[in-house]
């Protein structure tokens, strides 16, 4: 069983659109939940991070659900600028960043 | 401003050669990470550092091997390089090992083994 899975899309969405991403962990142990942004041919880089009571940045909604063993991204309002993949990441003790391979999102005018 | 940086952006190499990637951070962390990325398989855990002199092996390191001689590099080693390891490789770093610390990525090494 794979620690963290996504569905790897792709996500063809027009702007202005609502997309949700969801991502499911395997260890119940884990600590702490991410979601990084990786552009085409660029590197990882932090997103947000995802709190138990769920936590918003703009267009930007996290949500965890530990009972679930679920993570989602939702983004609103979708731009042209958006469009990149979107890695799933957990934390537990004691190990190093676990990431998902990836959701493709393209938002296209 | 953050900084992680890897010595090449593109490198090229033949087979049997010994090729080193450098990584260089400027933030003082303690973990340093290694991955390599290729379409469809996502990042894949090569070798991590704890502390300087300290190394961990990740999910694939067969084939590389790493040194931290210092606190700020983390160097990868791939002793006989083979066409199967041309990929993107990402050097890493974090504060602490747990909690929500962002870990930062330097911009990649394409390697193309030939």
């Known amino acids: 069983r794979k620690e963290v899975e996504q569905d790897p899309g792709p996500f063809n969405v027009p702007e202005g659109a609502t997309v949700a991403f969801n991502c499911t962990y395997s260890n119940s142990a884990s600590q702490s939940f991410f979601w990084y942004r990786q552009d085409c041919r660029k590197e990882p880089k932090l997103l947000m991070s995802v709190y138990s009571s769920g936590n918003e940045d703009g267009r930007f909604t996290a949500q965890l659900n530990r009972a679930s063993q679920y993570i989602s991204l939702l983004i609103r309002d979708s731009k042209l600028s958006d469009s990149a993949t979107y890695l799933c990441v957990v934390n537990q003790a004691g190990t190093a960043l676990i990431f998902g391979k990836g959701t493709t999102l393209s938002v296209s005018s | 401003d953050v900084k992680v940086t890897q010595s090449s952006r593109y490198l090229v190499k033949r087979t049997g050669e010994k090729v080193f990637l450098e990584c260089v951070q400027d933030m003082d962390h303690e973990n340093m990470f290694w991955y390599r990325q290729d379409p469809g398989l996502g990042l894949r855990l090569i070798y991590f550092?704890?502390?300087?002199?300290?190394?961990e092996k990740g999910d694939i390191p067969e084939g590389y091997s790493v040194s931290r001689e210092k606190k700020e590099r983390f160097s990868l080693i791939l002793e006989s390089a083979s066409t199967n390891q041309t990929s993107m490789y990402l050097c890493?770093?974090?504060?602490?090992?747990?909690?929500?610390?962002?870990?930062?990525f330097g911009p990649g090494t394409r390697l193309t083994v030939t």
């Open positions: 890493a770093s974090r504060g602490k090992w747990t909690g929500g610390y962002e870990q930062y």
């Open positions: 550092s704890y502390d300087v002199k300290m190394k």
